[in-house]
């Protein structure tokens, strides 16, 4: 079982990218999926997520900004990300649950800069 992302990417103030993510080898349900973000010189943080059955979960600074999609029947979550910021800059991971054991994708760069 693996995450692979894709995605990411230089992009300048105020462009936008998207990031996808396919839950590889997994069978059966899976349960919050989503995307976390380490900057340099930072801990890893929470952006967006959402459980198999319920709402989204965005982080403040992501708010009105990033949209999280999420296909079960294709096991993948996408982050669609607008007005990026140059605090955006980071590293993005895949992140899920499945049968209780938690998954990491290797992650992203997403470099915003003009």
């Known amino acids: 079982v693996q995450a692979v992302e894709s995605g990411g990417g230089l992009v300048q103030p105020g462009g936008s990218l998207r990031l996808s993510c396919a839950a590889v080898g997994v069978f059966g349900s899976i349960g919050r999926m989503g995307w976390y973000r380490q900057a340099p010189g930072k801990m890893r943080e929470h952006v967006a997520s959402?459980?198999?059955?319920?709402?989204?979960n965005y982080a403040d600074f992501v708010k009105g900004r990033f949209m999280l999609s999420r296909d079960d029947d294709k096991n993948t979550v996408s982050l669609q990300m607008n007005s990026l910021k140059p605090e955006d800059t980071a590293i993005y991971y895949c992140h899920f649950w499945a049968a209780g054991i938690e998954y990491w994708g290797k992650g992203t760069l997403v470099t915003v800069s003009s």
């Open positions: 959402r459980p198999g059955d319920g709402p989204t």
